[in-house]
């Protein structure tokens, strides 16, 4: 920091970031860009259809066989809905990407780890590799229970800004809840209230919450310090008097109290190795259901510091 109060236009002198570290932020950066590569070549892959014996074609294969009238390519849309879930993280990286590069990790990284992993949630809800073969109906099943409610709060959202959006959010949600209960005996959806979600079956299959699923990807992946990690990342993202201490330091320049925030590259490092590996773990998700070749993420993880996912890594599985 200056010995002098900084300009109000000089956002650069009200953050503390140690001197010599461009490099250590660079190569974080160069992690962050070079694993979404690999996640868009492996997911070209996903071109063409997927193997007989994957558990994507076997599940597709008895859901049709046993529900001929289902909407077409219904049974596909667990694996597609996964994938893009799983590009969004990616989009997540990017940005993590951009902030390292510009220099603009006080702060802003964790809410955007955060949103990493729950969307990996549903990523391992909706393919969990778990549920005995052949379980097309069970995916369906969750995968109607993932349309449903984000139509659910499609509409109530429209309906604080605008009554046509909120028509048309109700009108796909009702076509989807419709479509469910012709395809499964079984369908118990509270369409009253948004805050009724965590209420709801379709098939037997319930919906779960954030922290529920996120559990479950964290279960699959994780051991060791992770297993809290969504509660840290929570505890950073959210308002927090406790964790804004954390990150600044109290110090007077010109008789003025001043709070700058602090970077502390060890801290952006563990931040950035959760976002990559959150992505990386997700990938493999969408690679084990289509058995498409991982090399390219293999590849990557070769390129990695030996921490990451050695075996001594905390949070190696």
């Known amino acids: 920091m200056t010995d002098k109060l900084p300009e109000p236009a000089d956002d650069a002198a009200w953050v503390s970031v140690p001197d010599g570290v461009d490099g250590d932020l660079d190569r974080l950066a160069d ?18 259809p997927p193997g007989a014996d994957s558990p994507a074609a076997i599940d597709a294969g008895q859901f049709r066989q046993e529900r001929p009238s289902a909407p077409a390519n219904v049974e596909h849309g667990p694996g597609q809905q996964a994938g893009l879930y799983v590009d969004a993280i990616g989009q997540h990286l990017l940005a993590i990407e951009a902030l390292l590069r510009a220099r603009r990790v006080a702060v802003a990284v964790w809410p955007l780890v955060r949103a990493e992993l729950e969307l990996a949630g549903r990523v391992a809800w909706l393919l969990e590799p778990r549920i005995e073969q052949p379980a097309g109906a069970v995916r369906v099943a969750r995968l109607y229970l993932e349309m449903i409610s984000s139509l659910q709060r499609d509409r109530y959202t429209a309906g604080k800004f605008s009554k046509a959006a909120e028509k048309r959010s109700k009108s796909i949600r009702d076509q989807k809840t419709a479509e469910a209960r012709d395809l499964f005996d079984r369908v118990e959806v509270d369409l009253s209230s948004p805050g009724r979600l965590d209420s709801w079956s379709i098939g037997g299959e319930s919906l779960p919450g954030l922290g529920d699923a996120v559990g479950l990807f964290i279960e699959l992946n994780f051991a060791g310090g992770a297993k809290a990690v969504y509660d840290i990342l929570s505890d950073y993202s959210h308002p927090s008097l406790s964790a804004i201490a954390r990150q600044t330091t109290p110090v007077e320049v010109d008789g003025v109290a001043m709070r700058p925030w602090r970077v502390d590259v060890k801290t952006v490092e563990r931040q950035v190795h959760y976002a990559c590996a959150i992505l990386y773990k997700a990938a493999h998700f969408v690679a084990g259901y289509y058995e498409l070749d991982a090399s390219p993420l293999e590849r990557w993880v070769e390129s990695t510091p030996g921490e990451w996912f050695g075996p001594d890594a905390e949070d190696n599985r």
Do not use: I, P, Q
């Open 31 to 48: 992690h962050c860009r070079a694993l979404v590569t690999a996640w868009f070549e492996m997911a070209r892959g996903n071109a063409v």
